[in-house]
Nanobody
Framework: VQLVESGGGLVQPGGSLRLSCTASGFTFSRFAMSWYRQAPGKERELVAGITSDGGSTNYADSVKGRFTISTDNAKNPVYLQMNSLRPEDTAVYYC???????????WGKGTLVTVSS
């Protein structure tokens, strides 16, 4: 089972990026999917999540109104559209798939986003 993130890179402040999380080896339709990030010297934090039924999303206060998580019924891929990027958004972004009922929890290896002029 694998989650693979892509779409990271270097972008100027105010710019946009779209991250993708592609799953393989399992069907993630029943998983809650989320994006986390970890900046240098900081703890990993939740950025955005979507429930297993796709009916609800949640965002960190710091990204509300700028980031959007989206996917289809298969939860594959899962996207994170990031607009109005700021230098403080610089981090490694991780995708997570979790099916809490049966204790399945998978993480990708991350993709680096650097926001700098």
């Amino acid at each position: 089972v694998q989650l693979v993130e892509s779409g990271g890179g270097l972008v100027q402040p105010g710019g946009s990026l779209r991250l993708s999380c592609t799953a393989s080896g399992f069907t993630f339709s029943r998983f809650a999917m989320s994006w986390y990030r970890q900046a240098p010297g900081k703890e990993r934090e939740l950025v955005a999540g979507i429930t297993s039924d796709g009916g609800s999303t949640n965002y960190a206060d710091s990204v509300k109104g700028r980031f959007t998580i989206s996917t289809d019924n298969a939860k594959n891929p899962v996207y994170l559209q990031m607009n109005s990027l700021r230098p403080e958004d610089t981090a490694v972004y991780y995708c997570r798939g979790r099916w809490a009922l049966i204790g399945m929890d998978y993480w990708g290896k991350g993709t680096l986003v650097t926001v700098s002029s």
